[in-house]
């Protein structure tokens, strides 16, 4: 049986894609975490997670229960052009639709890139849909880039951005206008020097996208090693809310968090002010995510 879903409106269903052409470039970090900061800004905004590949990252992080026998994942869910059946209620109070075992019987059935776009608007789910993607751009991450109405386009270093022209001009020849593009800068270290005259690859990649004159948040994330950590436990990755407090990225995902929502137009908390959760009974995992909000941004 699906999960209730607040009787609270918010704006039609917002479905965002994160991706990339290029691996090790923070994806499903983004997507994850991403999930669960919009979760702590409003605990009435139902939040979904579908990672379109075959990796259990999400899974991991999110599963509250053992799988059981029969149980559908993203490939029954596409089969039946609904993931009505097939959408979980997660650690976090995240929705997620666990991955199939491989993607390659559901790349056959994604020829064409609509196909997702279509599924979702069966789906009877209001609220923000986040989309992680596989590197690569075949058909199941064409699919994302036909459905979505914001991509973040992680950029981590020269190559990452050189892929993510391949995303513009795909987007261009698409004809996706209402997609909003914008690139995010990932596993930044400042002290990344690049040149003789001392100039560091932040710097140099800012200018690049801005002389491309692709957009981009103002937010980016940090390297750090205690992050990394974190995301590569074996079992269960930890939250970034919950278990990377002091790190620079911890705040950071906060900003993100205020810039997407306030380019889907959600509503969220206004940037730096103190969380004011709602008052309703928590879904799993909401009480934590408050409690770790308002240890770090201070009481409403």
Do not use: C
């Not at 064409?112 to 075949?138: C, H, M, N, W, Y």
């Not at 809310?241 to 705040?251: E, F, P, S």
């Not at 928590?282 to 408050?290: F, N, R, T």
Request: glycine share 8%.
């Amino acid at each position: 049986m699906r999960p209730e879903i607040s009787e609270r409106r918010h704006p039609a269903r917002a479905v965002v894609a994160v991706s990339s052409n290029k691996g090790g470039v923070g994806k499903t970090t983004v997507a994850t975490n991403l999930a669960i900061y919009l979760r702590a800004l409003d605990e009435d905004l139902p939040v979904l997670v579908v990672a379109l590949d075959d990796q259990s990252a999400i899974e991991r992080m999110f599963r509250l229960r053992p799988s059981a026998p029969g149980e559908g994942n993203l490939k029954h869910g596409w089969a039946e052009r609904s993931l009505d059946r097939v959408i979980q209620l997660g650690q976090y109070g995240i929705h997620f639709v666990p991955p199939p075992p491989d993607t390659a019987s559901l790349k056959s059935h994604a020829e064409d890139p609509r196909t997702l776009q279509r599924i979702l608007a069966q789906t009877d789910f209001e609220g923000v849909v986040i989309l992680d993607t596989k590197s690569d751009l075949e058909a199941l991450t064409q699919n994302a880039l036909h459905a979505a109405d914001l991509l973040i386009l992680p950029v981590a270093d020269w190559g990452s951005l050189e892929e993510a022209a391949k995303i513009f001009r795909l987007l261009e020849r698409a004809r996706l206008e209402r997609v909003k593009p914008r690139i995010l800068l990932t596993l930044v270290d400042r002290r990344t020097r690049v040149d003789a005259a001392g100039g560091s690859l932040h710097d140099r990649l800012i200018a690049a996208i801005d002389a491309r004159g692709w957009p981009r948040f103002e937010s980016y994330l940090s390297r750090s090693p205690r992050v990394e950590a974190l995301l590569s436990a074996s079992e269960a990755p930890g939250s970034i809310l919950h278990h990377a407090r002091g790190t620079q990225v911890h705040g950071q995902l906060r900003g993100l968090a205020e810039e997407v929502g306030k380019e889907l137009d959600l509503g969220l908390s206004a940037p730096g002010s103190p969380l004011r959760p709602r008052k309703r009974p928590d879904a799993p995992g909401g009480s934590g995510l408050k409690r770790a909000f308002l240890r770090v941004f201070g009481q409403p």
